[in-house]
């Protein structure tokens, strides 16, 4: 079994930076594509920053130049780099991992959610 588990949220003021972490552990081989989501009370859940296994990147464009979305794999762990944060960015976030659970197959997983909050 594969289990995500996030930290590095919390409350900053607009314009600070903030670095979320998104671990993988148990049994698996490596992190394959990764993605970051948020959501905002009353809000559906959006889609914030996404890489592929060979490391292509997309980002909402409501994110685009301040978010980037990275990973170290010797340690399993995918990162999401927030700069000139604003309060609008303030959501649970969550992590989404496809993982290399065994060679030739894969598996997603999602984390259990971290909060950010943007304080004017």
């Known amino acids: 079994q594969v289990q995500l588990v996030e930290s590095g949220g919390g409350l900053v003021q607009a314009g600070g930076s903030l670095r979320l972490s998104c671990a993988a552990s148990?049994?698996?081989?490596?992190?394959?594509?990764m993605a970051w989501y948020r959501q905002a009370p009353g809000k559906q859940r959006e889609l914030v920053a996404s890489?592929?296994?060979?490391?292509?990147?997309n980002y909402a464009e409501s994110v685009k130049g301040r978010f980037i979305i990275s990973r170290d794999n010797a340690k399993n762990t995918v990162y999401l780099q927030m700069n000139s944060l604003k309060p609008d960015d303030t959501a649970v976030y969550y992590c989404?991992?496809?993982?290399?659970?065994?060679?030739?197959?894969?598996?997603?997983?999602w984390g259990q959610g971290t909060q950010v909050t943007v304080s004017s």
């Open positions: 989404n991992v496809d993982v290399l659970v065994v060679a030739g197959i894969l598996k997603n997983y």
């Open positions: 148990g049994s698996m081989f490596s992190i394959n594509a």
């Open positions: 890489s592929t296994g060979g490391g292509s990147t």
